[in-house]
């Protein structure tokens, strides 16, 4: 069993939808919680990242961390084209570890 | 800041062939990470630096793979005797700086490695 599940969709909505992104995760000793976006043939770009369990809002991003559950979520509002990327779920014991990457959800923002 | 730098952007090689990666970190970071990712997955972890010590290596990193970062600036992943299997995307990561004490792990663009 992997450490980080993440469905790897292909996840395709409309534009200006909501978009609800998940991942599980089996180590009770992860404190980091960060979510990644990466376009075609490039490197991962941060988006945000949060400690321990609660919710941050970034614009139209919102973290969610519930360690009761081991469940992670990245919420896209009103979602745009230009959203359209494969987004990673990461998390590390703390932020100088080795981060633990899921293996990705492609999503696809249809115009 | 420029950002993390990574070179080449491509590499095709010829198995048992070596093949040497340059990463420059965001200027002042302590910390440099590489990880390697194939296609459909996450990256995966390969070994970490802070400074010039060598702190940690996955088991992933087999004999053939060597990480250096001599002066704690640039770091080299040397990989030798390439096989098939070593195809993949090699990303770099810094992060730390020590002016704000900010860790976020930023990466670069990545070198695509493929053996034929």
């Known amino acids: 069993q992997k450490e980080v599940e993440q469905d790897p969709g292909p996840l395709s909505v409309p534009e200006g939808a909501i978009v609800s992104l998940n991942c599980t995760y089996s180590n009770s000793a992860f404190q980091y919680f960060m979510w990644y976006r990466q376009y075609s043939r490039k490197g991962p770009e941060l988006l945000m990242y949060t400690y321990s369990s609660g919710n941050k809002e970034d614009g139209r991003f919102t973290a969610q961390v519930d360690k009761s559950s081991k469940y992670i979520s990245l919420f896209i509002r009103d979602s745009q084209p230009s959203d359209s990327a494969t987004y990673l779920c990461a998390m590390a014991r703390d932020s100088a570890s080795k981060i633990i990457f899921g293996s990705g959800t492609r999503l696809s923002i249809r115009p | 800041d420029t950002g993390v730098s990574q070179d080449p952007r491509h590499k095709i090689t010829k198995r048992g062939q070596n093949v040497t990666f340059r990463c420059d970190p965001i200027s002042e970071h302590n910390r440099l990470y590489w990880y390697r990712q194939t296609l459909g997955q996450g990256p995966e972890f390969l070994t970490y630096f802070q400074n010039e010590a060598q702190l940690e290596k996955s088991r992933l990193l087999s004999d053939r793979f060597s990480a250096e970062r001599p002066k704690g600036s640039f770091s080299t992943l040397e990989i030798q005797r390439t096989e098939q299997g070593d195809s993949a995307m090699y990303l770099c990561?810094?992060?730390?700086?020590?002016?704000?004490?900010?860790?976020?792990?930023?990466f670069g663009p990545g070198t695509r490695l493929t053996v034929l």
């Open positions: 990561a810094s992060s730390l700086d020590p002016r704000t004490g900010a860790d976020t792990q930023y």
